[in-house]
């Protein structure tokens, strides 16, 4: 690396002696002098003030000494940051998860993760389920906790959970009493959501078409928490995920809905990752994780 090739350069220019930076690198005085003449001449300039076998910086040869300088300890660091990551124990996992998973399972995740490899670095990102599929895809991260299943061979999954779907309403709402309830039964009314894109609106638009019914969303926010308390603040109702505890706001009723369609969560990665890798153990220590909450 450059650190190898010019550090006879850095040497020269600190000693400004011909002799002496010869002795220092532990060789000829010709050999050292031949460099610096092929290095003068690819420049186009001289870099050093001659006085026989002294010589003077100059202010060309400052400046290439303050870049180099500034160069060699930027290779050494990427070197070192490389050498670290060879080792998985102190290397980095890139983990992303969807905003919803914020409160309580990515935590976990990410707690377990640092009990087991404490030496690691994780990094974490936050996102919708379509743009986490393409990060991870795009060499951005290296697993994602997202929804719903990515199509293609590409990726690896891990099944974590499949959240069944509910109508979330007001505790006061006319139908809260019901202990079963079909999305026509509220189509009516405005509805609370995420924003288009979002596993969440898919969801519920695909609901809202099994069901033949046209809903109104009147509200929207990226967060499902956001969600459960404008309905608890009896501005609509919403679609929400039945077994998320964190969501589990008072004065607020989860009914489950008559549909087919769940909420499937998974973890994702690149199918050809290194299972030897930092993120290779992320997902170990993840499936320890998940195994003690089933």
Not at 218 to 234: I, Q
């Amino acid at each position: 690396m450059l650190s190898d090739d010019l550090s006879w350069f850095l040497i020269l220019a600190d000693s400004e002696h011909i002799g002496d930076a010869a002795a220092q690198l532990r060789m000829p005085q010709s050999t050292l002098s031949r460099r610096l003449g092929r290095l003068e001449q690819r420049l186009g300039t001289t870099l050093f003030d001659r006085h026989g076998r002294s010589l003077t910086l100059n202010t060309r040869g400052a400046a290439l000494r303050r870049r180099l300088r500034a160069a060699v300890i930027q290779l050494d660091l990427a070197e070192s940051e490389v050498l670290r990551l060879l080792d998985p124990e102190t290397g980095l996992v890139r983990f992303d998860f969807m905003h919803s998973f914020g409160t309580w399972l990515a935590p976990r995740l990410i707690h377990g993760f640092v009990d087991d490899h404490p030496r690691a670095d994780i990094h974490l990102h936050q996102g919708i389920g379509r743009d986490l599929i393409a990060r991870v895809r795009d060499d951005e991260a290296d697993v994602a906790l997202c929804s719903p299943r990515p199509e293609g061979e590409d990726l690896g999954w891990l099944e974590v959970l499949r959240q069944p779907m509910a109508a979330c309403l007001p505790s006061d709402h006319r139908l809260a009493h019901r202990r079963r309830i079909r999305l026509a039964d509220i189509a009516s009314e405005p509805f609370i959501s995420t924003p288009a894109g979002f596993n969440s609106r898919d969801l519920l638009e695909g609901i809202a078409a099994d069901e033949g019914v046209d809903i109104h969303v009147a509200f929207e926010s990226d967060e499902l928490s956001t969600v459960a308390g404008l309905v608890v603040s009896g501005v609509g109702v919403a679609l929400l995920p039945a077994d998320d505890p964190y969501l589990q706001l008072p004065g607020a009723v989860f009914i489950p809905l008559t549909t087919r369609r769940t909420r499937e969560v998974g973890l994702i990665w690149r199918a050809d990752q290194d299972p030897a890798s930092t993120p290779g153990l992320f997902l170990d220590s993840a499936r320890r994780v998940l195994s003690l909450m089933s």
